[in-house]
């Protein structure tokens, strides 16, 4: 099925009262294992690989590319509507190879540029962006990061409504993350949502906002945060968690003389990678149904391909 504009997916979840997951993967492998969650779900979802993890050198050698056409060949044979975005890139340069590859969304990571900067190249990638048919993220104001030893809040900043209805003027971006209390990769703990904050940039701003640190979102603010505009959630940190247990325990049940063949790239129920694979869907299975978002589709006449 062709990708469908984020825009769309965006605006069919606002309408309908609902939250798109954005489930962040990193290979074919975990792209697969979200795909599937969506389908069984029967629901809408923005499939994706994130940059801000990965190796820059790994991504300007043909990482980006690569990426696109995994993503671009999972979403062909999708029975679900699916938007691809390459998300949070390290640069202006990077996001754009991002729509060369076949992304129809886009990011670039601005959270710890000078407002003024990030406007220029934010507003140069939705000229580009917007010339073939993809969409553009931004984001305005910084969550704070867990670490090993707390919550660094050094490069955190809360969104400001009236930076943000600037900044989505003077840009034209599709969607906008915003920071409301928000925490990156936080496990084990929830975050503490400035609900006051979100109403006023939705009062400030009329396009889709976002919610990146999924992970630690807590599942009681979402339909408080879905009435007040929030129409997509990036999750990254818990799935790769899921993950990482489901190849752990699977590893570690292996004796001895491991059949490597069946262990190993074989797709069948023995292939560790699977057993990994099948405890991400049930995650991602789960968070569909918290963002409101099971038996969901976008109406197919106003649907249009790029
Ligand atoms: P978490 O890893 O905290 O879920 O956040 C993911 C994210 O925001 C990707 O953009």
């Given at each position: 099925?062709?990708l469908?504009p984020?825009?769309?997916l965006?605006?069919?979840?606002?309408?309908d009262?609902?939250?798109v997951?954005y489930?962040?993967?990193?290979d074919?492998?975990?792209?697969?294992?979200?795909?599937?969650?969506?389908e069984?779900?029967?629901?809408p979802?923005?499939?994706?690989?994130?940059a801000?993890?990965?190796?820059?050198?790994?991504?300007d050698?043909g990482?980006?590319?690569?990426l696109?056409?995994?993503?671009?060949?999972?979403?062909?044979?999708?029975?679900v509507?699916?938007?691809?975005?390459f998300?949070?890139?390290?640069?202006?340069?990077q996001?754009?190879?991002?729509?060369?590859?076949g992304?129809?969304?886009?990011?670039?990571?601005?959270?710890?540029?000078p407002?003024?900067?990030?406007?220029?190249?934010?507003r140069?990638?939705?000229?580009?962006?917007?010339?073939?048919?993809?969409a553009?993220?931004?984001?305005?104001?910084?969550p704070?990061?867990?670490?090993?030893?707390?919550?660094?809040?050094s490069?955190?900043?809360?969104?400001d409504?009236?930076?943000?209805?600037r900044?989505?003027?003077?840009t034209?971006?599709?969607?906008?993350?915003?920071?409301v209390?928000?925490?990156?990769?936080?496990m084990?703990?929830?975050a503490?949502?400035d609900?006051?904050r979100?109403e006023?940039?939705?009062?400030?701003?009329?396009?889709?906002l976002?919610?990146?640190?999924?992970?630690?979102?807590?599942?009681?603010?979402?339909?408080?945060a879905?009435?007040?505009?929030?129409?997509?959630?990036?999750v990254?940190?818990?799935?790769?968690?899921?993950?990482w247990?489901?190849?752990?325990?699977?590893?570690?049940?292996?004796?001895?003389?491991?059949d490597?063949?069946?262990?190993?790239g074989?797709?069948?129920?023995s292939?560790?990678?699977?057993?990994?694979?099948?405890?991400m869907?049930t995650k991602?299975?789960s968070l569909?149904?918290?963002?409101?978002?099971?038996r969901?589709?976008v109406?197919?006449?106003e649907?249009?391909?790029?």
């Amino acid at each position: 099925m062709p990708l469908i504009p984020l825009q769309r997916l965006l605006g069919t979840a606002r309408s309908d009262g609902y939250a798109v997951g954005y489930f962040e993967a990193w290979d074919a492998c975990s792209l697969e294992a979200v795909l599937t969650a969506a389908e069984e779900e029967s629901t809408p979802v923005i499939l994706g690989f994130g940059a801000m993890m990965v190796d820059g050198k790994w991504l300007d050698r043909g990482g980006i590319e690569v990426l696109g056409a995994i993503g671009r060949s999972y979403a062909a044979r999708s029975s679900v509507d699916v938007a691809l975005l390459f998300n949070e890139a390290h640069t202006l340069d990077q996001a754009k190879r991002g729509i060369d590859a076949g992304f129809n969304a886009v990011m670039i990571d601005t959270h710890s540029w000078p407002t003024d900067d990030a406007i220029v190249a934010v507003r140069e990638l939705c000229r580009v962006a917007h010339q073939s048919g993809a969409a553009v993220e931004g984001e305005l104001g910084s969550p704070a990061e867990a670490t090993a030893s707390g919550i660094d809040h050094s490069h955190a900043s809360l969104t400001d409504p009236d930076e943000a209805a600037r900044f989505v003027a003077e840009t034209g971006v599709d969607c906008l993350a915003v920071s409301v209390g928000n925490v990156h990769i936080m496990m084990n703990k929830e975050a503490s949502i400035d609900m006051e904050r979100l109403e006023s940039i939705h009062e400030h701003v009329d396009v889709p906002l976002v919610i990146h640190g999924g992970t630690s979102f807590p599942p009681s603010a979402v339909a408080p945060a879905v009435a007040l505009g929030v129409a997509k959630f990036n999750v990254g940190t818990v799935l790769k968690h899921e993950f990482w247990a489901g190849l752990g325990s699977s590893v570690r049940s292996v004796g001895a003389n491991p059949d490597v063949h069946r262990l190993l790239g074989s797709h069948k129920d023995s292939d560790v990678m699977a057993i990994a694979q099948q405890r991400m869907t049930t995650k991602v299975r789960s968070l569909i149904r918290q963002y409101g978002g099971s038996r969901r589709q976008v109406v197919a006449a106003e649907l249009s391909a790029r």
